[in-house]
């Protein structure tokens, strides 16, 4: 529709109407069996709300859509389509790595591939836009949602959510939006502005403290990413920042969000976080909590009713003018608009193409690839790649399940992975499996799974099952384990006070290893964990995160040596769950401790390192890299020139197997006016080289890479000496200077 066609639509809804296009109701509401006096309308919604709701949530299928589509547009006075969005973070049906996986895979092709794949598989089905990516920094493994991310670095966040945004929604045109009526695309949203990643302590919904130069310099950059990729939307978090609540913070949400970074798209707040300023003591009431968070300029209120039961009123009392609403209202309908619904309200739903796309072949493929380039191998004493499957037994609670895919996964069937043991098989395996103990945790309420996955203790059964895992692990050459976290153990409302994986595993762990120690272990986590004693009773450790509906292809094809590993940490692996939160990019301090210094009055701990367990960046190959020394293509960069530097090194492959490398650029401010980190990744390149070939790999340093938050507020860079370090690791000591001037 023509832009005039939309203002002269606006000016004819009445206010109700308009109100109405700020509500989204969750999806059972819209179920045939939704009853509005049932307990299922747990927010009171009304037949009104019904009838002038703006969009919906979490609800799908093409038929399904296409018909509640048709009957609401019927009901509705001016026939205004509803946006069917939901929460598709990894994949719709094809299931790829948990974000925090494709983080390690340090591959953005894929994460973009990826998202293309689950947009035309989501669309087919109905779905117009999702609540993705989630660029939220994080530095803290207790806190569950670390999974949804792609790490504790400001840069590598954002280089994925741009090729999130830009997988989904298509790359933006010279209007500087993306196609979104292109078949097979939908809307994103970057999720959750802003700095939910830094819950205190780790504890869900809990406080957020950060300075605004810590807030500006590396929790924001990667939302800013997802904004200049053109995403259409934004979701507010639920914690406060600088102690308002986001949903109700105009700083953040007018003058970071729109008016500095120019963001005219629409603004929606997570679930329920508008009424829940009311529980953060800040609003009195509902009425209160919407009069803040309209003033914010938050258009669309999830799952509450605090814009449809009082925006009315607010206006009638001259509280709030209608033209806040009507800007609110506006930016609703113009993504409307921008989707192509007034011309076609069911956009791509197609009960065939669902069918014949959901899953295929091509799919399954790259989440595959996504998988194998994820997996981070931490440790290896000549074990793999397994030359002889056959004197290999598996076991393992994983070893035949197919839920190995992330707690978000919400439209997920288990039935359509391939297992582990599925995979191997198809590799020719023969062996034999043991599960060795059952799938559970060790407390009933846990994550978003909540107690479905809490397995009663039954002292008959666990014995027999770990004993059938003990006779069969005495008789193998070498066992691959499979233990961890369970995905509900991760994700939202997930936060640990521990680090470790449940009990039975650590039990089978230890008991295999009396009878047999060439054991690979497998770890499915969400999260880094403290990998003290898992590794030392392991001759090798993959991390394979929450791989995905292909995780037994990918797997097999990683144990036999199809693929090298070639995943790094996108986040730093404890020591101890006392160490965190630890990250590699972090202060030097006024008293910098390196190891061996026997100074007692420097910032360490008496009782463990301080160094992390697995540090960012790290991860090993089949194969071994040279990286030559750092050389510059001069050494000053001259402030406002626009000016560049180019840092290359020349990196071999001294190994005998094609690997792949991900060589990475740090750069470090050496003396500014506000204390910067001691290093921070601003470069990655993952190169593939056969055995004995070599590659020049450079870097381009340009100024706006070295601006920061200075004393005075302001960004820019500022003259002085900086370092680059060029390696495979965040503790690569491969360097070279130059002159800022
Ligand atoms: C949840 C999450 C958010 C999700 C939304 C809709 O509470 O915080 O990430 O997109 O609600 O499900």
């Known amino acids: ?286 009425k209160e909590a919407a009069f803040l968070a309209i003033r914010a300029g938050v258009d669309i209120d999830m799952c509450t009713r605090c814009y449809a039961g009082n925006l009315e009123s607010l206006i009638e009392e001259g509280r709030v003018p209608e033209s806040l609403v009507d800007e609110a209202v506006l930016r609703v309908l113009n993504l409307k608009n921008r989707l192509g619904l007034f011309e076609d309200p069911y956009k791509d739903a197609d009960e065939e193409e669902e069918k014949t796309i959901l899953l295929c072949e091509e ?100 014995e027999k099952l770990l004993n059938g895992a003990l006779k069969l692990a005495k008789k193998a050459g070498k066992v691959i384990l499979t233990i961890g976290e369970l995905n509900i153990m991760t994700g939202e409302a997930s936060s640990r ?52 509906t292909e995780g037994g292809n990918a797997v097999s094809d990683v144990l036999t040596g199809k693929e090298s590993p070639s995943g790094k940490l996108p986040m730093s692996f404890p020591y101890c769950v006392g160490q965190v939160p630890v990250f590699y990019n972090e202060m030097s301090t006024g008293r910098h401790y390196e190891p061996g210094n026997p100074d007692q009055f420097v910032s360490r701990y008496a009782d463990i390192p301080n160094a992390p367990l697995y540090p960012f960046g790290f991860g090993l190959s089949y194969s071994k890299f040279e990286i030559s020394e750092v050389s510059l293509s001069g050494d000053t960069l001259h402030l406002g020139a626009g000016d560049v530097l180019q840092a290359s090194v020349t990196v071999r492959n001294t190994g005998s197997r094609e690997a792949k490398e991900v060589v990475q650029m740090y750069l470090r401010d050496d003396v500014s006016s506000t204390a910067r980190p001691v290093r921070e990744l601003k470069g990655f390149e993952k190169i593939s080289l056969k055995p004995g070939e070599e590659r020049k790999v450079s870097f381009t340093i340009r100024e706006e890479m070295l601006a920061f938050t200075g004393s005075d507020d302001r960004r820019r860079a500022e003259k002085g000496s900086f370092t680059v370090y060029v390696g495979n690791s965040s503790e690569t000591e491969n360097s070279a200077g130059f002159i800022l001037s």
């Open 363 to 462: 799919n399954r493929a790259e989440a595959r690839k996504a998988a194998s380039e994820s997996f981070v191998l931490l440790k290896n004493e000549g074990i793999l790649p397994l030359e002889d499957l056959e004197d290999a037994a598996l076991i393992g609670p994983f070893a035949d399940s197919g839920m190995i895919y992330g707690a978000w996964s919400i439209f997920a069937e288990k039935e359509d992975s391939v297992t582990i043991e599925e995979g191997l098989r198809k590799a020719g395996w023969k062996g034999r499996m043991a599960a060795g103990c059952v799938l559970s945790t060790d407390y009933p309420k846990v994550g978003m799974g909540g107690a479905q996955c809490f397995v009663e203790k039954d002292e008959a059964r666990d």
């Open 1 to 286: 529709m023509v832009q005039s066609g939309i203002i002269r639509l606006l000016e004819e809804m009445t206010l109700k109407e308009k109100i109405g296009q700020l509500q989204q109701l969750p999806g059972s509401c819209f179920e045939e069996d939704f009853v509005l006096t049932g307990p299922e309308n747990f927010m009171n919604f009304t037949e009104e709300d019904l009838i002038l709701a703006g969009s919906v949530l979490s609800i799908t299928g093409a038929g399904k859509l296409k018909g509640i589509q048709k009957r609401f547009m019927e009901k509705h006075p001016h026939h205004i389509p509803l946006i069917f969005m939901a929460d598709v973070i990894n994949g719709y049906k094809t299931i790829f790595p948990i974000p925090l996986g494709q983080g390690a895979g340090f591959n953005p092709a894929l994460t973009e591939a990826g998202a293309r794949v689950a947009a035309r598989e989501a669309s087919a089905a109905g779905i117009q836009l999702f609540f993705s990516p989630m660029a939220d920094l994080v530095r803290d493994p207790r806190w569950g949602r670390v999974m949804e991310s792609t790490g504790e670095d400001p840069y590598l966040n954002s280089v994925f959510a741009r090729a999130s945004v830009e997988g989904y929604q298509g790359k933006k045109g010279r209007d500087g939006r993306a196609d979104l009526k292109r078949k097979g695309s939908v809307a994103a949203c970057v999720k959750h502005f802003a700095g939910y990643g830094a819950a205190m302590a780790g504890r869900d919904y809990n406080t957020v403290e950060l300075s605004e130069r810590t807030l500006r310099d590396e929790y924001l950059p990667a939302y800013q990413a997802a904004v200049e990729a053109g995403v259409e939307t934004v979701m507010t978090s639920f914690n406060l920042m600088n102690r308002i609540p986001a949903s109700g913070n105009a700083h953040l949400m007018r003058e970071i969000l729109r008016e500095e970074w120019g963001f005219d798209g629409v603004l929606i707040s997570d679930w329920a976080a508008i009424g829940e300023m009311v529980n953060h003591r800040v609003a009195e009431n509902e």
């Open 497 to 548: 006070g521990m680090l470790d994986i449940p009990s039975m595993q650590m039990k089978l762990l230890r008991k295999v290893a009396e009878v047999n120690p060439n054991i690979i272990t497998l770890l499915f986590t969400g999260r880094p964990l403290d990998l003290r004693e898992i590794a030392a009773l392991s001759k090798a450790v993959l991390v394979v995160w929450q791989p995905g």
